[in-house]
Nanobody
Framework: QVQLVESGGGLVQAGGSLSLSCAAS????????MGWFRQAPGKEREFVAA????????NYAESVKGRFTISRHNAKNTVYLQMNSLKPDDTAVYYC??????????????????WGQGTQVTVSS
C-alpha cells in the first residue's frame, strides 16, 4: 500500500528555519499532487501548502505565504516544505498527503486519499 513518511521536524526558536521532507513509496509519484497540512492541539487540521504533479503550480495558506516554500523532486519521490521565519503559532504536527489528479493543487483535506503519520514541529518564543 501507499506509504508517506515525513521527517525533519523538531524544536526551533522563533525566527528560525526547518525543512520537512516526505518520502513516498508504492505510488506513481509524478501522477500525484502533494500537500502539507498541520494540526495543533485542540484545533482542526488545516491546509499549509500544496504542489501539483509537475511542480509548476503551488498553493499556500495565507498564514504561511512568503515564509514557507513547497517543492518536489519526482525522481526521488519526495516532497519538501522549507519553513522560514517560524512563529510559535506554527507549532503543530505536520502531515504530508497525496491525491491522484491534475489541475491546480487542492487545499481541501477531503481531496487527499493518502496521509503520512506526521512529524512534530515546535517553535519556542
Amino acid at each position: 500500500q501507499v506509504q508517506l513518511v515525513e521527517s525533519g521536524g523538531g524544536l526551533v526558536q522563533a525566527g528560525g528555519s526547518l525543512s520537512l521532507s516526505c518520502a513516498a513509496s508504492r505510488l506513481t509519484f509524478s501522477s500525484y499532487a502533494m500537500g502539507w497540512f498541520r494540526q495543533a492541539p485542540g484545533k482542526e487540521r488545516e491546509f499549509v501548502a500544496a504542489i501539483d504533479w509537475s511542480g509548476v503550480a503551488t498553493n499556500y495558506a495565507e498564514s504561511v505565504k512568503g515564509r514557507f516554500t513547497i517543492s518536489r523532486h519526482n525522481a526521488k519521490n519526495t516532497v519538501y516544505l522549507q519553513m522560514n521565519s517560524l512563529k510559535p503559532d506554527d507549532t503543530a504536527v505536520y502531515y504530508c498527503a497525496a491525491y491522484s489528479g491534475l489541475g491546480y493543487p487542492d487545499d481541501s483535506p477531503r481531496r487527499y486519499g493518502y496521509w503520512g503519520q506526521g512529524t512534530q514541529v515546535t517553535v519556542s518564543s
